[in-house]
């Protein structure tokens, strides 16, 4: 019931949300689709270049993890809680597999990225800022 409600509340934000998301992503497409015309005069797809610097990204991927359980996922409470400190873990470990990514020789695979992408939306979601479950809404 209560998704239901909050649906129905908050529709026209929704929407808007679901907007700039298209928007986004058709101008990624085709930011991408020109770039595929111009990999003759030595511009680089998205593709490419996340297939070149793929060990030195796993930062952009935990991050990706991370903003993915925040907009869908995020965690509702009763209390709010400091939001400073959970910021603060999630920019730290961004931080440190920056480092990490740029220090390690070897290639990482699709199942490790799979699990900093995870690693990063639970961290996202137990550690970063919440709302606030209001019981005058029910």
Request: contains cysteine.
């Amino acid at each position: 019931m209560q998704v239901k409600s909050f649906l129905r509340e908050n529709n026209k934000t929704i929407r808007i949300i679901k907007i700039v998301i298209a928007s986004l992503l058709g101008l990624m497409v085709i930011i991408d689709i020109v770039l595929v015309f111009l990999e003759d005069k030595g511009f680089p797809t998205f593709s490419k270049v996340i297939e070149e610097n793929r060990t030195e990204l796993i930062w952009l991927n935990f991050l990706l993890g991370g903003l993915i359980a925040k907009v869908f996922y995020n965690r509702i409470v009763h209390t709010k809680q400091r939001e400073l400190s959970g910021f603060l873990a999630f920019f730290a470990m961004i931080v440190l597999l920056f480092v990490l990514g740029r220090v390690f020789t070897i290639e990482l695979d699709t199942p490790y990225h799979l699990l900093i992408m995870i690693c990063g939306g639970i961290l996202a979601h137990r550690a970063w800022p919440q709302y606030i479950h209001d019981e005058s809404t029910e």
